[in-house]
């Protein structure tokens, strides 16, 4: 049995890193040995996990300093001997070992404009072309896991800018709303008002580290910078606005 | 046993990862400072340094339209009347941004690598919110499209002996080429096309504009691809026709007599 060699934060704020050996079997993934540590070494070791299967997004946390789900990396990806580095989402407070308080983020949920559905047609239905909603559906693919938030230099390096910044994932579920083909939400609602969109410099950390595959920056995130543009700083419309008397 | 505790790791460049994070934005670091200084040199000294060939078979792209005011000093380039446009138009670039956000701002060197600035506040403040004239820049990116296809067709026709083909007409076109599809990539035209639009299916000409958007996406995908490899040929194409009229080196092509 191969035996892996972790280093594990454990304890609050001002906890440590703690080193431990663990044997596991071929084709388990790192939440699978953190399970065994925790059977056999570390009864208290905290960590949150539910679905075991990269769809629930309770085991974000960072292996080798990266965003992960503990349950999607397969330890083939680690080199047998090599020290493996786990430490809970560092833009969160900590709540213990492997789990932080991700609660900013229903705090953002929240602060997310509803969708407002047009109302329905005569016969009592709504109607949508597939045409108008297949770009949003890559939007609900979202799990929630917050490794997007995490990596997100904005807050993570700045901690100061959360008070103002709803996030990447945030900003898709922007996007969903703002780009629905049924919802009445005004662009002051959606775009306009930009959740601090434009603290974003669209680096991409977001897009690499999303488990979902998602493509944030390019169809969420710089889709809605472009109607900011549209809205402010587009010079063609801005003389089509003046001509017309519209907008 | 005891180590760092997450106090220490809010310096720069800290992190755990233990791959070789540094590598990418030392490459695309030092990419894009070898072309500035490159495309300075040959745009600035262009007087100095012959940019176009005999009977205008090729010129530079650099140079590409050839505007050359006759009050202008000698030592005015007449590159510097075409450059702000490409310049403009990739510094705004979402893909370049991003690139040199990371190798040159370190906002942030890589993905959970600690950056360097004690505050931040992104694009939405002087200077960062000029990248809303990504769109301008657009506007006028689409008007070179044209004239660098002229430029690449004019290249398989040289006066006197008619129609031929050169490795300066083939890096003529592989640049018109590559360069429309950075630009047919570019995030903003997607979006002017149709993606601020969100009911598609309304008329039959919001459907066309939709059906551009899917043919724009597919180019957009890989911007990053067209934006290396169009900057890399320009480059390229541009020293090439400096060095075949400059009669350093001899451009193999089908015409009998010199070019
Ligand atoms: S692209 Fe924007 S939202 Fe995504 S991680 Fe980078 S700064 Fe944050
Ligand atoms: S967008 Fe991706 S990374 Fe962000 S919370 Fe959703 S699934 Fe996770
Ligand atoms: S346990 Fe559900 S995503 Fe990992
Ligand atoms: S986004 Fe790169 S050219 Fe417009």
Redesign the interface.
Known sequence: MPTAHL?V?RGT???????YEVEYDEGMVVLDVVHRLQATQTPDLAVRWNCKAGKCGSCSA?I????RLQCMQRMELYPEG?TI?L?PL?TFP?IRDLVTNVAWNYDQARAMPELRLRPADADGNRRM?Q??IDRGQEFHKCIECYICQD?C??I???P??MAGFAGPRFFVQLASI????L?TNTRRATVDHGFGL????????CT??CPEGIHI??NAI??LK?????E?????RIIARKLTGRG | MAQASTALERRYGDTQRTDRWWLEPLLVGSGLLIFVVYSTVSGVLGEYWAFETEHGLYLSPFFEPLIHPEFLPDWFSPAILILWAPIGFRTTCYYYRRAYYRAYFLSPPACAVREPAGSYSGEGVFPFVLQNAHRWFMYVALLFIPILWNGAIRSFWLDGEGIGIGLGSVLLTVNAALLTMYTIGCHSLRHWVAGGLNQFSRTPLRRLRRRLWEIFTIANEHHRLWAWTSLIIVGVTDLYVHLVASEVVTDPNTWSGPI
């Open positions: 280093r934060w704020d001002d906890g440590e890193y703690v080193e960072e080798n300093g990266k965003p090599e580095t430490a560092k900590i072309a045409i108008d990596v230099h904005v993570r390096d700045h100061e800018n703002a780009m629905h083909p919802d434009d603290y974003c410099n669209i680096t991409k950390c690499d580290v920056t390019d710089i889709p472009e109607r900011r543009v549209d402010f700083h587009d010079p063609l």
